[in-house]
């Protein structure tokens, strides 16, 4: 085995040094700090019981979703996807309605 011009494996990379390893960074996340539209009020939404009136409300006028999937919206948002998504409404619509799918609900 052959390491460049020097017999010595030692010497290839000079007087004591070694590779050099580049310092590691700091994480900086590349996303936005402000929050996605009606952050908020999903945030807010999922401390309410799903069969609360202020919960079928949510469901009716911020979602867009009639009441009868007010459970698959509520399995939607435990499932807590809506925090990462830039998009939490549409994330959480179409949770509801594979949850709704999944439990043989209409839709």
């Known amino acids: 085995m052959r390491f460049g011009k020097s017999k010595d494996p030692r010497k290839q990379f000079g007087a004591g040094r070694g590779p050099t390893v580049a310092p590691s960074k700091d994480y900086a996340p590349a996303r936005n700090v402000r929050k996605p539209p009606f952050h908020a009020e999903i945030e807010a939404a999922s401390?309410?019981?799903?069969?609360?009136?202020?919960?079928l409300t949510f469901v009716v006028d911020v979602v867009g979703m009639p009441e009868n999937m007010a459970a698959s919206v509520a399995a939607a948002i435990r499932q807590?996807?809506?925090?990462?998504?830039?998009?939490p409404l549409a994330l959480i619509r179409t949770a509801a309605h594979q949850e709704a799918r999944r439990n043989l609900l209409p839709t």
């Open 47 to 55: 401390n309410l019981a799903a069969d609360s009136p202020e919960f």
């Open 80 to 87: 807590q996807k809506w925090k990462i998504s830039p998009n």
